[in-house]
């Protein structure tokens, strides 16, 4: 079993930044893929962005790309999404997951992942 726990969320203007933390209680999360979704209302959760914890490797969707970044710290056992330049489209509830995929994927997929966190509010006024 899995614990995760997201922190970081909050209300930010339009051409701000966030870090989001997941932290793990997991000690060894080395077989696993760390996921970002996010949830707008009324839409689908939606993929971000996930890492693989033992090589690094990372995967976005291409929104993502150019303004989010996901990075690990094995020491802390906490997964980071960095969001920059923040838009209001990018006002969602945001998860982190965690699921053990080949490397063949797919990573966008959420019934790829098995445990994930509460959320963490994102808020991008205009």
């Known amino acids: 079993q899995v614990q995760l726990v997201e922190s970081g969320g909050g209300l930010v203007q339009a051409g701000g930044s966030l870090r989001l933390s997941c932290a793990a209680s997991?000690?060894?999360?080395?077989?696993?893929?760390i996921g970002w979704f996010r949830q707008a209302p009324g839409k689908e959760r939606e993929f971000v962005g996930g890492?693989?914890?033992?090589?690094?490797?990372?995967y976005y969707n291409e929104f993502a790309k150019g303004r989010f970044i996901i990075t690990r710290d094995n020491a802390e056992n906490t997964a980071y999404l960095q969001m920059i330049s923040l838009k209001p489209d990018d006002t969602a509830v945001y998860y982190c997951?965690?699921?053990?995929?080949?490397?063949?994927?797919?990573?966008?997929?959420?019934?790829?992942?098995?445990?994930w966190g509460q959320g963490t509010q994102v808020t991008v006024s205009s």
């Open positions: 890492i693989r914890w033992s090589t690094g490797g990372t």
């Open positions: 997951t965690a699921g053990l995929i080949d490397y063949y994927g797919p990573y966008d997929l959420p019934s790829q992942y098995t445990y």
């Open positions: 997991e000690r060894t999360l080395s077989s696993y893929v």
